[in-house]
């Protein structure tokens, strides 16, 4: 028989206690656990629209309109195209523009993000992509690709090879096959789950000739971003103009708010569910009186009493952080896989996920299972030391 | 005559309620050779749990001093007095005080786990025991699945389970019938005439007192030796 068995056994006996007292921890787990994974992601997409200025200074994305579908129904005015990037390059101080159509396709049969770009500007505004194997599409190529490395490494193919894209039901199953020319790396996952092609093939594959999702901008000097962004967000009242400082800006001040928000309750709730596993343990320890002055009758230290009891609040601890995580991982899951918008939209993916998503991190997962352990320990200290001071004869006195 | 294990020396406890004093146990003399079976009888309140819980290391008293082999153990600190407790003594109670939790097997095994004993001499030495008490069938039983007589001669294999030179008794049969008792004291005879097991019993059961090898009495706090 071991200790933790003997424990568990304890803890069995008063199944409906315990699973409260389990529940409450569990509570501040999970919610510590979605604000991680809150934080997480809001810090995942501010890096991937870092990525996504690339070298460039402004990016321009449509307000209410993330993909050419929905464009196509709602017909608004607030639509990027081909003569805004006109406009947009013959304003004061812009060095170079660069379109770009973003959208979700079926790659070799699983789905992946597309960027549609025009190579030449690309390369001028953003600075090109870090390649790490192979070459960058063509300015004239019409039918090649680059593949980020996770979806180059997924298909296991190698350089030369082609894969099959295919449009999603909606665009009446447009598809087109390319050549592999190059593998990127840029340390996003999902820009390195997905693939850069030409401007005019992302076009023809959506039904959208003209259309774009966004616009880089580069401006002549660094101290003239502020003067074009603001231009830009003039002329275009309807678009939403970013720049690094921005974006940062924005995504630090939903992160503040976040954290107040989540972290208060977090704390709230393991603090009450501290509370409980307190009452519980204290009843515990009251009810086997008798039995911890048998064991300290039969030859058991304090400190062995002590540990039983701290035991038991550890046990109740990683109950707790357990069920905690399970539920924080599956609400998070739920909130990022099913687009659950409970929080309003930032303007900072590139088409894919205009909302914040919870990104479950192991490291996470981890800290907020020790969270909910720790909080069961501090818990179980005073009545584990209540336990392990008793004096024997009183103990075998009582009841 | 044998060597003493234990020698009570004025032993006295003094107990405070506000500023009233209850002298439960005074000048107790009482000495245990190997091989007795010591009762200890009085009415109850008269100090008979007092003395057994002294001799036990569970209580301090307000004076005087327990001799075990040679050593004072009122002078031992918690720690000491709890391996005092493991090692050389074992304690059997009215209402057996088994874990409810823990098999037969487990509850004997217990005091095994306390004094660090590896896994198979343990289980060597509890399947040992509990064929001497006669539960070997009722091994993997918890104790609310065991009759009374059981239940206490699991919790003699318990006491005797880290071989104490001396077996403490509160009141053994107290919750027993007569059939039981009757077995309990048996085991006690047999435990005593085979292995020279010591006891010190506190009861007011003629079934016990009539086996013993020394009787005392306790009256107001007084003891007093009336056979042996």
């Not at chain 1, 295919?166 to 390195?192: M, Q, S, W």
């Amino acid at each position: 028989m071991s200790a933790i068995a003997m424990t568990w056994r304890n803890l069995s006996r008063r199944k409906l206690r315990v699973g409260l007292t389990v529940a409450g921890i569990a509570v501040g787990v999970a919610l510590i656990l979605v604000l991680l994974s809150l934080v997480a992601g809001i810090d995942a997409q501010v890096r991937a629209s870092i990525r996504a200025l690339g070298g460039a200074d402004v990016i321009v994305y449509n307000a209410t309109i993330t993909n050419p579908r929905e464009a196509f129904i709602l017909g608004s005015s607030a639509v990027l195209n081909e003569s805004t990037v006109e406009t947009v390059a013959k304003l004061p101080n812009v060095h170079a523009v660069s379109p770009q159509l973003t959208e979700v396709v079926i790659v070799n049969e699983t789905l992946a993000p597309i960027w549609g770009i025009d190579v030449r500007t690309f390369n001028e505004t953003a600075g090109g992509l870090n390649i790490i194997d192979g070459k960058m599409i063509g300015e004239n190529d019409n039918n090649t690709a680059v593949l980020g490395k996770s979806l180059f490494d997924l298909f296991n193919m190698s350089i030369g090879q082609s894969v099959f894209v295919r449009a999603r039901p909606l665009h009446h199953n447009n598809n087109v096959t390319l050549t592999v020319v190059g593998v990127y790396e840029t340390g996003v996952f999902l820009t390195d789950r997905g693939l850069y092609i030409p401007l005019t093939v992302a076009q023809n594959l959506t039904d959208s000739p003209d259309f774009v999702t966004s616009i880089l901008v580069k401006a002549d000097s660094p101290d003239n971003v502020e003067a074009v962004s603001s231009e830009i967000a003039t002329l275009f009242p309807d678009m939403r103009v970013l720049t690094l400082s921005n974006v940062v800006a924005q995504a630090s001040q939903l992160l503040n708010m976040l954290t107040m928000f989540f972290g208060t309750l977090g704390i709230v709730a393991l603090v009450a569910g501290s509370f409980g596993v307190v009452n519980t343990m204290i009843i515990s320890v009251m009810e086997r009186t008798r039995e911890i002055g048998t064991l300290k009758a039969i030859g058991a230290k304090n400190s062995t009493v002590l540990k039983i009891f701290v035991l038991e609040a550890l046990l109740l601890g990683c109950l707790g952080g357990g069920i905690g995580i399970i539920v924080g991982s599956a609400s998070s899951f739920f909130i990022s896989e099913f687009s659950v918008r409970i929080l309003p939209a930032v303007p900072v993916g590139k088409g894919i996920t205009t909302n914040v998503s919870p990104l479950l991190t192991l490291s996470n997962i981890v800290l907020s299972f020790v969270l909910g352990l720790v909080t069961g320990v501090l818990a179980g200290i005073y009545p584990a030391w209540r336990a392990a001071h008793m004096k024997p004869v009183e103990a075998l006195r009582h009841g | 005559m044998a060597e003493n294990i234990v020698e009570t020396v004025k032993l006295t406890k003094v107990y405070r309620k506000g500023k009233l004093e209850i002298t439960a146990l005074r000048d107790a003399n009482l000495s245990i050779s190997k091989g007795d079976i010591v009762c200890v009888m009085g009415p109850s309140g008269s100090g008979k749990t007092t003395l057994l819980n002294m001799i036990g290391g569970l209580d301090r008293p307000t004076r005087g001093a327990v001799l075990v082999d040679g050593v004072d153990i009122t002078r031992l600190n918690e720690p000491q007095l709890a391996s005092y407790r493991l090692e050389k003594v074992g304690f059997i109670f009215q209402f057996y005080n088994l874990f409810p939790v823990l098999t037969a097997f487990e509850n004997v095994e217990l005091p095994l786990i306390l004094a660090k004993k590896p896994k198979k001499e343990r289980k060597k030495k509890v399947r040992q025991l509990l064929e001497t008490v006669g539960i070997s069938e009722r091994a993997n039983h918890k104790p609310d699945e065991l009759s009374g007589g059981e239940q206490q001669r699991i919790a003699i294999a318990r006491a005797l389970a880290n071989d104490p030179a001396l077996i403490l008794a509160d009141e053994p049969t107290g919750d027993l019938d007569s059939e039981n008792a009757t077995m309990f004291m048996n085991l006690v005879k047999d435990l005593n005439q085979n292995y020279s097991q010591t006891f010190l019993i506190v009861t007011h059961d003629p079934l016990v007192v009539q086996e013993c090898s020394q009787i005392y009495m306790i009256r107001d706090g007084k003891l007093e030796k009336s056979k042996g």
